[in-house]
């Protein structure tokens, strides 16, 4: 049951990677400097995934666990740079132009990334990718702690 569940959770974080290339590279959709960093704890949980399969224990599981909900929680994030909710990083929103030089504005505009982390290029059902990201990771995170609080094989 332990294996099934790590096979699960980790795969869940390898499916998601996966997706979100084949929306950079399949969908032409460049990622945003936070797509970017939601990606890296996927990376991290699949690769803990696979040590969790050859070593027992509950210690692997719960950092599988910890990368998810670490994506899940820069997904939802992101989903509230997004919404405006409140400012991203100052390399990846558009800031205001209010009381700007002509200079300082045209500085600002050469100087902005070409992938707005506060733009949605896709959605379903109202929830962008980021937010789908939070919500699948945080399934994730349960599938590990099940597998944490599973036996060994």
């Not at 899940?72 to 990846?92: A, D, K, L, N």
């Not at 896709?122 to 990771?137: P, Q, V």
């Not at 399934?139 to 036996?151: E, S």
Request: hydrophobic share 50%.
């Amino acid at each position: 049951m332990r294996r099934h569940l790590i096979l699960a959770a980790a795969g869940g974080s390898a499916a998601l990677l996966l997706g979100a290339l084949g929306f950079q590279y399949i969908g032409e959709m460049p990622p945003c400097k936070l797509c970017y960093w939601q990606r890296y704890p996927h990376v991290a949980a699949t690769g803990i995934g696979v040590l969790a399969l050859m070593i027992p224990g509950a210690l692997l599981p719960y950092l599988g666990a910890l990368a998810a909900a670490t994506t899940s929680g820069i997904g939802f994030y992101h989903t509230g740079v997004e919404r405006g909710w409140w400012e991203g990083p100052s390399t990846c929103t558009s800031g205001p132009i209010a009381n700007l030089t002509p200079e300082q504005l045209m500085e600002q505009i050469m100087g902005a990334p070409l992938v707005r982390c506060d733009d949605v290029p896709w959605e379903m059902f109202t929830l962008s990718m980021a937010t789908w990201n939070g919500i699948a990771s945080l399934i994730l995170v349960g599938i590990w702690i099940a597998a944490a609080r599973t036996n060994a094989h």
